[in-house]
């Protein structure tokens, strides 16, 4: 392979040029394409996937789907897909989604701008030229306008840095990287490493048919029930007559899921009031529903202890063995500062007599065997290890790409103290790049197919307002980007969330920067920033 360090390619190699290339197929490279396309522009999707999807390509453990509503999670930018998609189930399965993001293709015809099992390995800024040159694995390299990172926020795996990992002889699963065919653990004596949301939606599944399942917990989630069900006819049907104003909502809210009403503050209301409300918001089964409940919950930590302590006296109650559920209550940050989980009989799943939960901060993994896995007191064998270690989030994907702008500075060194962006959209030193959901957006805070909607029509309108007049490129000032990485830092820095070692602070990546990542401005307040940064003819950025 040639060196992508070193690399730089000239005219003289190119194989095609397009106005944009889109790095990712996933909903955000999917809608990019169709809408370039659309407005007159010529682009090209590339993914190292099979096909569409993105996370939803990926990810394909038994129990994965999406823990934001379907008649949320899906796109409005055409009210004919919004009208004509059946959604069958409240939270839709990875199956049903994958067949959505399909659908989409078909419907749009994208395929034959989409090409796939090809990884973008680099994209140089040609200063001459005012181009990138973007070069993938599988030989081509081709001269864009415009390069939209649409590569997803957690979509670069982590394995555990436990030493020993080569040695283990059995099966290894990885919940982001699942076999397309599907994995039978029956009869078989199963490892899962991790309790995140995947570990917390497969665990229940992979108990049921394992012979033995033993689930190696670091750090305890707060889960709440999903309260899964099949749609109803009606309330689909009243959801469809009043998708206008509900998506109008759903742009302007705080998370990009509408909430009524405005929260009073935790303090506010009785002991029994709040209670009651934490109730509700238990039985909602929203994501949402509990850290929203009150408007100090995500700022105050005696708020915020108010509904740990109801989620955990939940868990006291689901889980039989006392010591057990000690083990699987959180203590040591706020909810809501690393995601919060839905599940589906997760903490019951600890009551089966053929699962067993190893609390790592009592007795942490010392080593993998050829059999199996030690930790400070015992040797463990097992038929297969399930690794649900998660992701380099937010910024894993973006440096994974060789890319090098003005003056050959490579986004990974820009980047080396944390991610510095203008509006999580654009990066000073990298003109006419874009990064969908990028950090310092709210992007992971929020429903991401209204932030994905948001940054692809805002990318798109850039483009346009750029055709209109004149301009080959655009680059935001290290001034503008500056003061939007501080006013994004003091705002995490008002929250609890730094309190928290989770993918949000990077602090489950070792080396990595510890700064919170996205942006906790709120969706809608955020949305009208990046319009008035449009309306003032892109203010913050140097058009040339
Ligand atoms: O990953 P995670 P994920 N030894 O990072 C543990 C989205 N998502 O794939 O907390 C032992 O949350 C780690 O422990 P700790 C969602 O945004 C959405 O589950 O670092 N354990 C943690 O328990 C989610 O947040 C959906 O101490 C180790 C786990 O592995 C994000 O993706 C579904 C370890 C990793 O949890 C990532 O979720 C799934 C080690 N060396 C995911 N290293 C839905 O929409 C790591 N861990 C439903």
Same mark, same amino acid.
């Given at each position: 392979?040639?060196?992508?360090?070193?690399?730089?390619?000239?005219?003289?190699?190119?194989? *095609?040029?397009?106005?944009?290339?889109?790095?990712?197929?996933?909903?955000? &490279?999917?809608?990019?394409?169709?809408?370039?396309?659309?407005?007159?522009?010529?682009?090209?999707?590339?993914?190292?996937?099979?096909?569409?999807?993105?996370?939803w390509y990926w990810n394909r453990y038994?129990?994965?789907?999406?823990?934001?509503?379907?008649?949320?999670?899906?796109?409005?930018?055409?009210?004919?897909?919004?009208?004509?998609?059946?959604?069958?189930?409240?939270?839709?399965?990875?199956?049903e989604i994958l067949r959505y993001a399909?659908?989409? *293709?078909?419907?749009?015809?994208?395929?034959?701008?989409? /090409?796939?099992?090809?990884?973008?390995?680099?994209?140089?800024?040609?200063?001459?030229?005012?181009?990138?040159?973007?070069?993938?694995?599988?030989?081509?390299?081709?001269?864009?306008?415009?390069?939209?990172?649409?590569?997803?926020?957690?979509?670069?795996?982590?394995?555990?840095?436990?030493?020993?990992?080569?040695?283990?002889?059995?099966?290894?699963?990885?919940?982001?990287?699942? =076999?397309?065919?599907?994995?039978?653990?029956?009869?078989?004596?199963?490892?899962? %490493?991790?309790? &995140?949301?995947?570990?917390?939606?497969?665990? =229940?599944?992979?108990?049921? $048919? *394992?012979?033995?399942?033993?689930?190696? /917990?670091?750090?305890?989630?707060?889960?709440?029930?999903?309260?899964?069900?099949?749609?109803?006819?009606?309330?689909?049907?009243?959801?469809?007559?009043?998708?206008?104003?509900?998506?109008?909502?759903?742009?302007?809210?705080?998370?990009?899921?509408?909430?009524?009403?405005?929260?009073?503050?935790?303090?506010?209301?009785?002991?029994?009031?709040? @209670?009651?409300?934490?109730? *509700?918001? +238990?039985?909602?089964?929203?994501?949402?529903?509990?850290?929203?409940?009150?408007?100090?919950?995500?700022?105050?930590?005696?708020?915020?202890?108010?509904?740990?302590?109801? %989620?955990?006296?939940?868990?006291?109650?689901?889980?039989?063995?006392?010591?057990?559920?000690?083990?699987?209550?959180?203590?040591?940050?706020?909810?809501?500062?690393?995601?919060?989980?839905?599940?589906?009989?997760?903490?019951?799943?600890?009551?089966?007599?053929?699962?067993?939960?190893?609390?790592?901060?009592?007795?942490?993994?010392?080593?993998?065997?050829?059999?199996? %896995?030690?930790?400070?007191?015992?040797?463990?064998?097992?038929?297969?290890?399930?690794?649900?270690?998660?992701?380099?989030?937010?910024?894993?994907?973006?440096?994974?790409?060789?890319?090098?702008?003005?003056?050959?500075?490579?986004?990974?060194?820009? +980047?080396?103290?944390?991610?510095?962006?203008?509006?999580?959209?654009?990066?000073?030193?990298?003109?006419?790049?874009?990064?969908?959901?990028?950090?310092?957006?709210?992007?992971?805070?929020?429903?991401?197919?209204?932030?994905?909607? $948001?940054?692809? @029509? +805002?990318?798109?309108?850039?483009?346009?307002?750029?055709?209109?007049?004149?301009?080959?490129?655009?680059?935001?000032?290290?001034?503008?980007?500056?003061?939007?990485?501080?006013?994004?830092?003091?705002?995490?820095?008002?929250?609890?969330?730094?309190?928290?070692?989770? +993918?949000?602070?990077?602090?489950?990546?070792?080396?990595?920067?510890?700064?919170?990542?996205?942006?906790? &401005?709120?969706?809608?307040?955020?949305?009208?920033?990046?319009? $008035?940064?449009?309306?003032?003819?892109?203010?913050?950025?140097?058009?040339?």
């Amino acid at each position: 392979m040639t060196d992508v360090q070193t690399t730089t390619e000239t005219s003289d190699d190119l194989t *095609a040029s397009y106005d944009a290339v889109i790095v990712g197929a996933g909903f955000a &490279g999917m809608y990019m394409l169709h809408k370039l396309r659309w407005l007159g522009f010529t682009a090209r999707v590339y993914d190292a996937a099979g096909g569409v999807g993105g996370t939803w390509y990926w990810n394909r453990y038994p129990g994965a789907r999406c823990d934001v509503q379907s008649l949320d999670y899906s796109f409005s930018f055409d009210s004919e897909l919004e009208q004509e998609w059946e959604w069958t189930e409240k939270f839709s399965t990875q199956p049903e989604i994958l067949r959505y993001a399909n659908h989409v *293709a078909d419907r749009y015809d994208l395929w034959q701008d989409m /090409q796939f099992n090809t990884r973008i390995e680099a994209a140089h800024f040609d200063e001459g030229a005012g181009r990138w040159i973007v070069r993938t694995d599988q030989g081509d390299v081709v001269s864009a306008q415009h390069v939209v990172m649409a590569v997803g926020t957690l979509s670069t795996p982590k394995l555990p840095e436990t030493p020993g990992i080569e040695t283990y002889q059995g099966e290894t699963y990885q919940t982001q990287k699942w =076999p397309h065919e599907g994995v039978d653990f029956t009869g078989r004596r199963v490892a899962v %490493i991790g309790t &995140g949301s995947s570990a917390i939606q497969s665990i =229940p599944l992979i108990a049921e $048919q *394992a012979a033995h399942l033993t689930v190696f /917990q670091r750090t305890p989630n707060f889960s709440m029930p999903a309260g899964n069900r099949l749609l109803d006819a009606d309330e689909v049907a009243e959801r469809r007559a009043d998708y206008p104003a509900y998506r109008q909502m759903a742009r302007e809210s705080f998370f990009g899921i509408p909430i009524p009403g405005e929260p009073k503050m935790a303090f506010e209301v009785s002991d029994d009031e709040r @209670d009651a409300t934490y109730q *509700a918001g +238990w039985e909602a089964g929203n994501l949402v529903a509990l850290i929203g409940a009150y408007g100090d919950i995500l700022f105050d930590k005696a708020a915020n202890d108010t509904a740990a302590e109801f %989620i955990r006296s939940k868990i006291r109650d689901i889980v039989d063995d006392p010591e057990v559920a000690e083990d699987l209550c959180p203590t040591d940050y706020p909810v809501g500062t690393k995601r919060p989980c839905l599940d589906t009989n997760y903490y019951a799943t600890f009551n089966r007599p053929n699962v067993r939960l190893v609390n790592l901060r009592k007795t942490p993994i010392t080593q993998l065997t050829p059999q199996g %896995i030690d930790t400070s007191e015992e040797s463990f064998e097992f038929d297969a290890i399930v690794y649900a270690t998660g992701f380099d989030a937010m910024t894993g994907s973006l440096v994974a790409v060789n890319v090098r702008g003005v003056g050959g500075v490579e986004l990974k060194e820009a +980047w080396s103290d944390g991610p510095m962006t203008y509006l999580g959209l654009a990066v000073s030193g990298f003109p006419n790049f874009y990064t969908v959901t990028g950090p310092q957006s709210p992007s992971v805070l929020s429903n991401m197919m209204v932030s994905i909607e $948001q940054h692809v @029509d +805002w990318i798109a309108d850039c483009m346009v307002y750029m055709r209109d007049n004149g301009y080959s490129t655009i680059e935001c000032t290290p001034e503008d980007q500056l003061a939007w990485v501080e006013h994004s830092s003091e705002l995490g820095d008002q929250t609890l969330y730094p309190l928290a070692n989770s +993918w949000y602070m990077g602090a489950n990546v070792p080396g990595k920067p510890r700064v919170f990542l996205p942006y906790i &401005g709120g969706v809608g307040p955020y949305r009208e920033k990046c319009d $008035q940064v449009a309306a003032n003819g892109y203010e913050g950025f140097k058009l040339a």
